[in-house]
């Protein structure tokens, strides 16, 4: 799509003939002139606008922006819950903006960790039987979805927690289990919507050493996040707003 187009958010997005540039073969994730369009009753809202970038694998990056700015948005499309209006999105070599529902759940299952604000660990299980739920619904073996899960508890330090339910532990170990649960597929990407959101200050810095930590040791990660302090624990910030890229810089 050609820059003119791009420059009006109000133009609807048209399909050009030529082919678009290609993605970046070399990125774990690649987006390329990415739309998001939402009908409001005879009404169109663009809640992005041709947004385009690489993250190349085990990077550590902060989405930033404030409420309606569409970064929650590309944070659905990055972790598959929905899928672009128009454009491509490469994600690991695979065009998941072309796969259908079943697919996309394959990839979500895979690919992406989440981590969300609100922990969503189910309230009757272990830390244990948390952690192992996405190798539940992978098709895991029981005992080498165990092993799987305890390794990944010890990753987030709460071995001495496994047998613990979230009403006996702390916030803090509460999104530990959900990291725990996030990493425990070894997925291409952990991605994270709000981590510290329901976390007091101390408790947040802890959650974000961790982050570091797990950074430091390969892992992918996205952070979205409306908190600055947050975005620059991350070594590179993307700024949204009005649902174009405002800034894409390092921040160390």
């Given at each position: 799509m ?7 958010p109000?133009?609807e997005?048209?399909?050009?003939p030529?082919?678009p540039?290609?993605h970046?073969?070399g990125?774990l994730?690649s987006?390329r002139?990415?739309w998001?369009t ?5 009404e169109?809202?663009?809640a992005?606008h ?7 694998k085990?990077e ?7 409420s309606?700015?569409?970064k ?5 499309l ?12 490469w994600l690991?070599?695979k065009n ?7 697919e ?12 969300f604000q ?5 309230a009757?299980a272990?830390a244990?039987h ?5 190798l539940?619904y ?6 080498q ?5 305890k ?9 001495d927690?496994?047998?613990h339910?979230?009403?006996e532990l ?6 530990r ?6 990493l425990v ?9 709000e981590?510290?959101?329901?976390l007091?200050s ?8 961790l ?7 390969g892992?992918?990660?996205?952070v979205?996040t ?9 070594h590179r910030?993307?700024?949204?707003r009005?649902g174009?890229?405002e ?6």
């Amino acid at each position: 799509m050609s820059d003119a187009t791009l420059t009006s958010p109000a133009v609807e997005p048209v399909v050009q003939p030529e082919p678009p540039r290609p993605h970046d073969a070399g990125s774990l994730i690649s987006m390329r002139n990415i739309w998001k369009t939402y009908e409001m009753g005879s009404e169109k809202v663009h809640a992005l606008h041709g947004v385009s970038f690489d993250i190349p694998k085990g990077e550590y990056i902060a989405i930033i922006g404030p409420s309606g700015s569409g970064k929650s948005t590309l944070m659905n499309l990055i972790g598959c819950l929905d899928t672009p209006s128009q454009g491509e999105y490469w994600l690991n070599a695979k065009n998941v903006s072309e796969m259908d529902d079943d697919e996309l759940a394959r990839i979500r299952n895979q690919e992406v960790g989440f981590v969300f604000q609100t922990f969503n660990l189910l309230a009757r299980a272990t830390a244990l039987h948390n952690v192992e739920l996405p190798l539940i619904y992978g098709g895991v073996s029981s005992a080498q979805r165990h092993e799987m899960a305890k390794k990944a508890l010890a990753a987030v330090d709460l071995t001495d927690r496994m047998m613990h339910r979230p009403n006996e532990l702390s916030g803090g170990q509460r999104q530990r289990v959900a990291i725990a649960r996030a990493l425990v597929n070894h997925p291409s990407i952990l991605l994270a919507d709000e981590p510290t959101g329901a976390l007091d200050s101390r408790t947040s810095m802890e959650i974000m050493d961790l982050f570091e930590r797990l950074h430091s040791e390969g892992n992918t990660i996205i952070v979205v996040t409306h908190e600055p302090d947050v975005a620059a624990r991350a070594h590179r910030v993307v700024s949204i707003r009005d649902g174009l890229i405002e800034k894409d810089e390092k921040s160390r």
